[in-house]
């Protein structure tokens, strides 16, 4: 038994270290609109990263009140979120009038979370015309197209909001986010 907790406890290390945003990355050596997109969302990777590491079954369960989300359910909109920033990077459609995916596991969402992050952040690090990056939802009454400004103020900044409500929520929920994490420098101390 001691084996297997060793072997599952040894997976789930492995599978934490091989996602993004465990530290932020370097910074690019210039400023133009791309680089500076780009580590917006590496900001956002890491707070998502720590806000989401080490969350427990009652973490993810928690409520704070009849009227709020759960965390999962705030999981799940941050993953929305992550797929239209990722869309807007590849020049896709947000298609709403598909069928949304089957429920996935916490860790799944966690993952294609982060690396929806990191793959727009890698595309928009070389853009050099962020107009050509729209916001375009389909819906069952047409298709929406919005400038780039919109996914800033919206998708980008609204990630930002929800990662620090479940940096709250889980406070409340008895499991503070790891104190060594430091947001500023976007690293965790390792003493």
Known sequence: MALFFITVMNAQEKFAQD?????????????????????MIDGLGFRYYWATEGLRAEDIAYKPSASNRTINETLDHLYNLSRVVYNSAVKEINDRTQAREDALSFQEKRRRTLF???KASEIFIKVKDLNEHLVIYKSKSGTFEYPFWNLINGPIEDAIWHSGQIVA??????????????VFM??????
């Open 19 to 39: 996602l993004p945003y465990f530290q932020i990355p370097d910074y690019p050596d210039s400023y133009t609109a791309g680089t500076v997109v780009a580590r």
């Open 116 to 118: 929806n992050f990191k």
């Open 169 to 182: 929520m889980r406070r409340a929920s008895g499991n503070p986010i790891d104190p060594k994490v430091n």
């Open 186 to 191: 976007g690293s965790r101390r390792s003493d």
